[in-house]
Antibody, heavy 119, light 108 residues
């Protein structure tokens, strides 16, 4: 079964760092881009960036450039999203999703990781 | 940057109704548009790709059309399990993606 499994919910304080993960299985992880999508509470979907695990080529939305870092470890089929200093406004659900090359659709989604930042 | 304007933002309809959602791009995006369904508390699910192609396993009551700047998503006969928020999404070859604001669909 093709799937993306994300790490569990996190509760952090402002200023703390965080790295969440997205592990792929059931397909060639290095052959598909993995994107990250933010959904703030009660709001819509926002594309953050995307990485190609085969060579770690990474692209960011201008809205998120410099705010987060996307990385991948192809040896363990895992992509990451990290913050060096969290803010309360980073509170959101974060999804990873696999990009299907033939039509640029996100065809497989992780279950989401809820990040709560509160003092 | 390409902007996507999705409407309406919310919609109430009865079981069996035909439901239509529109998405307008700020510039020509050819057929580079996908549609997703997100049920409460769940991850989004791909329904339509390249504007009009039904994803495998998705019921045929869902359809999409359009090209250029104007796109339409239709549910031909609304079912109770279709209650969700629907999003359009455009893409370019950067790759770069933009989602519409979403349409929350409720049963009347």
């Amino acid at each position: 079964e093709v799937q993306l499994v994300q790490s569990g919910a996190e509760v952090k304080k402002p200023g703390e760092s965080l790295k969440i993960s997205c592990k792929g299985s059931g397909y060639s992880f290095t052959s598909y881009w993995i994107g990250w999508v933010r959904q703030m509470p009660g709001k819509g979907l926002e594309w953050m960036g995307i990485i190609y695990p085969g060579d770690s080529d990474t692209r960011y939305s201008p809205s998120f450039q410099g705010q987060v870092t996307i990385s991948a470890d192809k040896s363990i089929s895992t992509a990451y999203l990290q913050w060096s200093s969290l803010k309360a406004s980073d509170t959101a659900m974060y999804y990873c999703a696999r990009r299907r090359e033939r039509d640029d659709a996100f065809d497989i989604w992780g279950q989401g990781t809820m990040v709560t930042v509160s003092s | 940057d390409i902007q996507m304007t999705q409407s309406p933002s919310s919609l109430s309809a009865s079981v069996g109704d035909r439901v239509t959602i529109t998405c307008q791009a700020s510039q020509d995006i050819s057929n580079y548009l996908n549609w997703y369904q997100q049920k409460p508390g769940k991850a989004p699910k791909l329904l339509i790709y390249d504007a009009s192609n039904l994803e495998t396993g998705v019921p045929s009551r869902f359809s999409g059309s359009g090209s250029g700047t104007d796109f339409t998503f239709t549910i031909s006969s609304l079912q109770p399990e279709d209650i969700a928020t629907y999003y359009c999404q455009q893409y370019d070859n950067l790759p770069r993606y933009t989602f519409g604001q979403g349409t929350k669909l409720e049963i009347k």
